[in-house]
C-alpha cells in the first residue's frame, strides 16, 4: 500500500481504524464522534490506566509494526492486571511522522489481536502528526473492594514474582551491545503477556499488588511507600528463563532481573497462610509463580543473596528522568 494522499489523510486513518474495531454490547457510541458512550455494569468501579510509548525509548527503533501495536496495548492492560481488573474499553492516540498506510495496517495486526484475546473494544482516539508516540488508556471493571492495590502489603506477608523476569531487559541489553539476539528473548521485549487472568484470581487472594515496568526492586519500592512497610527481595529465588541462563553469566542475570524492566510480570504479596491458594490462582491462570521475598517492618527495599548477604545494585530500575551516564 502506498501512503494515504494529503487532506483527508487523518479521516482516512480514522476510517481504517473503524473499520477494523471489534463490538462490544456495553459500547453504546464508539468511534466517530466527539466522545464515546460506555455503559459501566451495575456493581462495578471502573478501572482507568494510561501509558505512553515513544520510539527509542519504550522500543528499539527497528522493531516491528504490528510489534508496537501489541505492546502498546499489553502495557496498559498490565495495569489492569495489577489491579485485578476485568479489561473492557479502549483509546488510542498516534503520532505519525506521516500517513502511512502499510505501518497502520501492521500497527492494528498486533494491537487488535491482543484486544481480542481480552474482549477489548477500541472506542476511540486521537490522530496527529508528529515524532512516533502512542498513548493508551484503558479501562476495565471490578468490584467494589476486590481491586488490588499497593497499599495493602502487611508485615509478614510473601513476596510472590510471576513469570520469568528479565527475559526483556536481557533482549535489550544484546540490542545495544549489537550482539546475536536470542528468538526467545526478544518476543518477551516485543510482546510482553499482560497477567489479566492472574489478577482476576488473585483478587480474593492477594494483599497488595503492582506490575513490573521499571524494574523490580524499583517497583516494589512502589508497594513499600504505599503500603508503609519494608520488604526484603531473595535475588537468587528469582525465576530465571532457560533463554536467559544461557545469553548472560551469573552476575548479569542477577542484575537484570533484579532491576531491569519491561517483562510486565505481576509482584504481589500474600499471607503465608494462603500459599496454597495463590498456587492454586496461578494454575487457574495458567501462570507460573514463585516466592522471593517477605514483607518486614521498615519502609526500605533489601535485596539478599542465598547467604543473606546485602546485595547492592548499581542501580534500582529505569527512570525516565535520570541524568544519563
Same mark, same amino acid.
Given at each position: 500500500?502506498?501512503?494515504?494522499?494529503?487532506?483527508?489523510?487523518?479521516?482516512?486513518?480514522?476510517?481504517?481504524?473503524?473499520?477494523?474495531?471489534?463490538?462490544?454490547?456495553?459500547?453504546?457510541?464508539?468511534?466517530?464522534?466527539?466522545?464515546?458512550?460506555?455503559?459501566?455494569?451495575?456493581?462495578?468501579?471502573?478501572?482507568?490506566?494510561?501509558?505512553?510509548l515513544n520510539t527509542g525509548v519504550h522500543f528499539p527503533d527497528d522493531t516491528a509494526p504490528a510489534d508496537i501495536g501489541w505492546k502498546s496495548l499489553a502495557v496498559n492492560l498490565s495495569d489492569?492486571?495489577?489491579?485485578?481488573?476485568?479489561?473492557?474499553?479502549?483509546?488510542?492516540?498516534?503520532?505519525?511522522?506521516?500517513?502511512?498506510?502499510?505501518?497502520? =495496517?501492521?500497527?492494528?495486526?498486533?494491537?487488535?489481536?491482543?484486544?481480542?484475546?481480552?474482549?477489548?473494544?477500541?472506542?476511540?482516539? =486521537?490522530?496527529?502528526?508528529?515524532?512516533?508516540?502512542?498513548?493508551?488508556?484503558?479501562?476495565?471493571?471490578?468490584?467494589?473492594?476486590?481491586?488490588?492495590?499497593?497499599?495493602?502489603?502487611?508485615?509478614?506477608?510473601?513476596?510472590?514474582?510471576?513469570?520469568?523476569?528479565?527475559?526483556?531487559?536481557?533482549?535489550?541489553?544484546?540490542?545495544?551491545?549489537?550482539?546475536?539476539?536470542?528468538?526467545?528473548?526478544?518476543?518477551?521485549?516485543?510482546?510482553?503477556?499482560?497477567?489479566?487472568? !492472574?489478577?482476576?484470581? !488473585?483478587?480474593?487472594?492477594?494483599?497488595?499488588?503492582?506490575?513490573?515496568?521499571?524494574?523490580?526492586?524499583?517497583?516494589v519500592a512502589h508497594v513499600c511507600r504505599a503500603s508503609g512497610v519494608g520488604i526484603e527481595i531473595e535475588v537468587d529465588r528469582l525465576p530465571a528463563s532457560d533463554a536467559l541462563r544461557i545469553a548472560?553469566?551469573?552476575?548479569?542475570?542477577?542484575?537484570?532481573?533484579?532491576?531491569?524492566? =519491561?517483562?510486565? +510480570?505481576?509482584?504481589?504479596?500474600?499471607?503465608?497462610?494462603?500459599?496454597?491458594?495463590? +498456587?492454586?490462582?496461578?494454575?487457574?491462570?495458567?501462570?507460573?509463580?514463585?516466592?522471593?521475598?517477605?514483607?518486614?517492618?521498615?519502609?526500605?527495599?533489601?535485596?539478599?543473596?542465598? =547467604?543473606?548477604? +546485602?546485595?547492592?545494585?548499581?542501580?534500582?530500575?529505569?527512570?525516565?528522568?535520570?541524568?544519563?551516564?
Open positions: 500500500m502506498s501512503d494515504i494522499p494529503r487532506g483527508a489523510a487523518e479521516f482516512d486513518l480514522i476510517d481504517r481504524i473503524r473499520a477494523r474495531v471489534a463490538a462490544r454490547a456495553d459500547v453504546i457510541l464508539g468511534i466517530g464522534d466527539d466522545a464515546a458512550l460506555l455503559q459501566v455494569p451495575a456493581g462495578k468501579q471502573l478501572v482507568v490506566a494510561t501509558d505512553t489492569l492486571a495489577a489491579m485485578g481488573a476485568e479489561p473492557a474499553w479502549c483509546t488510542l492516540s498516534l503520532s505519525l511522522p506521516q500517513a502511512d498506510a502499510a505501518w497502520l =495496517d501492521a500497527f492494528l495486526d498486533g494491537f487488535l489481536a491482543l484486544a481480542a484475546q481480552h474482549d477489548v473494544t477500541l472506542v476511540g482516539g =486521537d490522530t496527529t502528526r508528529g515524532p512516533l508516540s502512542i498513548c493508551v488508556t484503558v479501562h476495565g471493571f471490578v468490584e467494589p473492594g476486590r481491586a488490588l492495590r499497593r497499599d495493602a502489603a502487611r508485615v509478614g506477608d510473601d513476596v510472590w514474582i510471576s513469570g520469568t523476569p528479565g527475559d526483556a531487559a536481557g533482549a535489550l541489553a544484546q540490542w545495544r551491545e549489537g550482539a546475536s539476539r536470542d528468538a526467545t528473548l526478544r518476543v518477551r521485549l516485543d510482546r510482553p503477556m499482560p497477567r489479566v487472568a !492472574l489478577g482476576r484470581t !488473585l483478587a480474593n487472594v492477594a494483599h497488595a499488588c503492582i506490575d513490573v515496568s521499571d524494574g523490580l526492586l524499583a517497583d548472560f553469566d551469573e552476575p548479569t542475570r542477577r542484575a537484570l532481573q533484579a532491576t531491569g524492566g =519491561d517483562d510486565y +510480570e505481576l509482584c504481589f504479596t500474600a499471607s503465608p497462610q494462603s500459599r496454597d491458594g495463590v +498456587e492454586r490462582a496461578a494454575r487457574d491462570a495458567a501462570t507460573p509463580v514463585a516466592r522471593i521475598g517477605r514483607v518486614v517492618a521498615g519502609g526500605q527495599v533489601r535485596a539478599i543473596d542465598a =547467604d543473606g548477604r +546485602e546485595w547492592q545494585p548499581a542501580r534500582p530500575g529505569f527512570e525516565h528522568f535520570a541524568q544519563r551516564p
